[in-house]
């Protein structure tokens, strides 16, 4: 074994294998659930690709029950007090590195941006509290989306933000609010749902890995989520990474609500080219893309048809997420963009002149997944891979995997994963 670990290459082969593990052992809640399994493929003339077929008729109308001391409660993001009160459980239960170092600071106003969409469902922002305190202690999200797959429509649930308190873990929690977001999901006649996690369950559609760019190194380094290399510098480091000068145009500009009919019909005819992408309706459009502070910022590039008449050629947009620094005595957060949605021919232009953005608005890391066409720009731009990968699923949908490249959709985390370095 030692002649192997030696090589290379043989370390990565190992390490795959490892990673690979989690897909043969037994799953005492997964493998009682329609997700596709390991080495089972579907055919191309397949018809119907649910993997279990129900009616709304055959759903329970009553809850799944809790561990006594506890009970459901739906949460009301409109209202200000329970919306604080999943940032305060997010704060400090939700995603975090393996040292313990960093954690993930989902913002009241990111939480709301991201779950209630146009159309979504109240029923499905769904929490666990405590009878006696009535503190929130658990949380799970589900967002009713329009997603193509192998070239159908199809209505499913986006799910994320599932999160336990930490203290209650040994109690099972996350199977129980897995199943009782999927019954009130279906309840609604919705039956497939796409989630997105750094753990491998049975059986991802795909695998992704996160790619990041550093905006300020001195920082970065000073709270330990970049190391220097051997045989490098500080100064050496810094001048490797430092961004491409680039002039930013007068025709590449912050995007407004009026944009929202031609993005919609810009990214309707990129994300086509996919195995795997969102429908935006434009009530979607205005509300996911029209810039919020901290929170999300989108662009346009526009061509001049006539002196009175402007088209909207590319599009780009990026998303804000800070992480708290548990181990310095002096700095607190950190903040992060993450590539969203584009619609573009020309994505290294474009990223070029978001990075400087960014970098200005005070983001001192860009995050973003090798789907769609992101790794054209990945060594140009002094990309490097992160550490952890990122597996897609679907929910009760039959479809063979595919690679990273064909994904056309930015999910956001749904299960605890780590932060990437």
């Avoid at 045989?231 to 009026?258: C, G, Q, W, Y």
């Avoid at 929202?260 to 080219?273: D, G």
């Avoid at 978001?354 to 001192?364: D, M, N, W």
């Avoid at 990968?389 to 956001?412: C, H, Q, R, W």
């Amino acid at each position: 074994m030692d002649r192997y670990a030696k090589d290379p290459k043989s370390k990565g082969q190992i390490s795959q294998m490892k990673s690979m593990l989690p897909l043969f052992i037994k799953h005492a809640f997964w493998d009682t659930q329609p997700v596709m399994r390991m080495g089972i493929s579907v055919p191309e003339n397949k018809l119907d690709y649910t993997i279990e077929k129900k009616e709304v008729k055959d759903i329970k109308t009553t809850p799944y029950p809790l561990p006594e001391g506890f009970y459901w409660s739906v949460v009301d993001l409109a209202n200000e007090g329970e919306l604080s009160e999943v940032f305060d459980l997010l704060k400090d239960n939700y995603i975090e590195d393996s040292t313990k170092s960093f954690r993930y600071k989902i913002e009241a106003r990111f939480l709301k941006w991201a779950l209630t969409p146009p159309g979504y469902v109240k029923d499905w922002i769904l929490g666990v509290r405590i009878n006696k305190s009535k503190k929130l202690v658990g949380f799970i999200s589900g967002v009713p989306s329009k997603i193509v797959v192998d070239g159908m429509d199809v209505n499913m649930a986006r799910v994320s933000y599932l999160c336990v308190h930490s203290k209650l873990r040994t109690k099972r929690m996350a199977p129980v609010l897995i199943k009782e977001i999927t019954r009130r999901i279906n309840l609604k006649d919705v039956w497939q749902g796409i989630y997105a996690t750094g753990i491998r369950v049975p059986s991802p559609v795909s695998e992704s890995s996160y790619y990041i760019r550093y905006l300020d190194l001195k920082k970065l380094e000073e709270i330990k989520l970049i190391t220097i290399p051997p045989k490098s510098s500080s100064k050496r480091h810094a001048k490797m990474h430092k961004l491409p000068e680039v002039t930013i145009p007068d025709n590449f500009r912050k995007m407004v609500k009026k944009d929202a009919p031609q993005i919609q019909s810009l990214l309707e005819s990129y994300l086509k080219k996919y195995a795997i992408f969102p429908k935006f309706s434009l009530a979607e459009v205005k509300h996911l893309f029209t810039p919020k502070e901290e929170v999300v910022d989108s662009y346009v590039l526009e061509s001049t048809i006539s002196p009175t008449e402007k088209k909207i050629t590319d599009f780009i947009s990026f998303y804000t997420v800070k992480c708290f620094v548990l181990q310095h005595a002096i700095i607190k957060e950190y903040k992060a963009a993450y590539l969203f949605y584009y619609a573009t021919d020309k994505i290294g232009e474009l990223m070029k002149m978001v990075l400087k953005i960014a970098q200005t608005s005070g983001h001192e890391a860009f995050y973003c997944l090798n789907i769609m066409e992101n790794s054209k720009f990945f060594e140009e731009l002094k990309f490097g891979m992160g550490t952890t990968p990122m597996m897609y699923y679907l929910y009760n949908f039959a479809t063979n995997p595919i690679d990273s490249k064909e994904l056309g959709i930015v999910v956001l985390q749904s299960f605890s994963s780590t932060i990437q370095h």
